[in-house]
T-cell receptor
Framework: SAVISQKPSRDICQRGTSLTIQCQVDSQVTMMFWYRQQPGQSLTLIATANQGSEATYESGFVIDKFPISRPNLTFSTLTVSNMSPEDSSIYLC???????????FGDGTRLSIL | KQEVTQIPAALSVPEGENLVLNCSFTDSAIYNLQWFRQDPGKGLTSLLLIQSSQREQTSGRLNASLDKSSGRSTLYIAASQPGDSATYLCAVVYNQGGKLIFGQGTELSVKP
């Protein structure tokens, strides 16, 4: 299975600032996803990032707040912009090569906003 | 609305016991279903993937079943161990290229 590395693993940020999270995969994958997991909750999909096309955002998430890049088949970034305490969550990168294959997750980025 | 439900939210069992975790989904026209475990402070680890044409998948002490007609899947853990303590998540994909829709998870505690 793909090995997924996320950076940073955790961060504490000030209100109003932005943070870019990196996701590096050890093999080429077709589909990359970004999820948010708020404290004590399950996972919510933010957007799907397929190489060569614009990211597709889920209801309630907008590009201005969560811009995503996908420059190649092994790398993606998620930026959390103009952060507020409500953005304190775990952000997880996930990959899947084809729909009939398992989806795999990174260890996540634990973000706290003061 | 396509929803995934997991009951119970938490389960505590003594070591050695066999146990079953439940997952139900509202729309039976799924593409596949995947079970994950999440340890505290960690990401998700994929356990088993069941395609819509399959009835069950096995890996070691784990067995996952799928009954599309009733909209249910179960994860059976044999001879539970303290190391099995984690949150178990069920997730469904409804179409090719589609997203995973997650249940709320079952927090399992196996007591020595």
């Amino acid at each position: 299975s793909a090995v997924i590395s996320q950076k940073p693993s955790r961060d504490i940020c000030q209100r109003g600032t932005s943070l870019t999270i990196q996701c590096q995969v050890d093999s080429q994958v077709t589909m990359m996803f970004w999820y948010r997991q708020q404290p004590g909750q399950s996972l919510t999909l933010i957007a799907t990032a397929n190489q060569g096309s614009e990211a597709t955002y889920e209801s309630g998430f907008v590009i201005d707040k969560f811009p995503i890049s996908r420059p190649n088949l092994t790398f993606s970034t998620l930026t959390v912009s103009n952060m507020s305490p409500e953005d304190s969550s775990i952000y997880l990168c996930s990959v899947r090569d084809r729909t009939n294959q398992p989806q795999h997750f990174g260890d996540g980025t634990r973000l706290s906003i003061l | 609305k396509q929803e995934v439900t997991q009951i119970p939210a938490a389960l505590s069992v003594p070591e050695g016991e066999n146990l079953v975790l439940n997952c139900s989904f509202t729309d039976s026209a799924i593409y596949n279903l995947q079970w994950f475990r999440q340890d505290p402070g960690k990401g998700l680890t994929s356990l088993l993937l069941i395609q819509s044409s399959q009835r069950e998948q096995t890996s070691g002490r784990l067995n996952a079943s799928l009954d599309k007609s009733s909209g249910r899947s179960t994860l059976y853990i044999a001879a539970s161990q303290p190391g099995d303590s984690a949150t178990y998540l069920c997730a469904v994909v409804y179409n090719q290229g589609g997203k995973l829709i997650f249940g709320q998870g079952t927090e399992l505690s196996v007591k020595p």
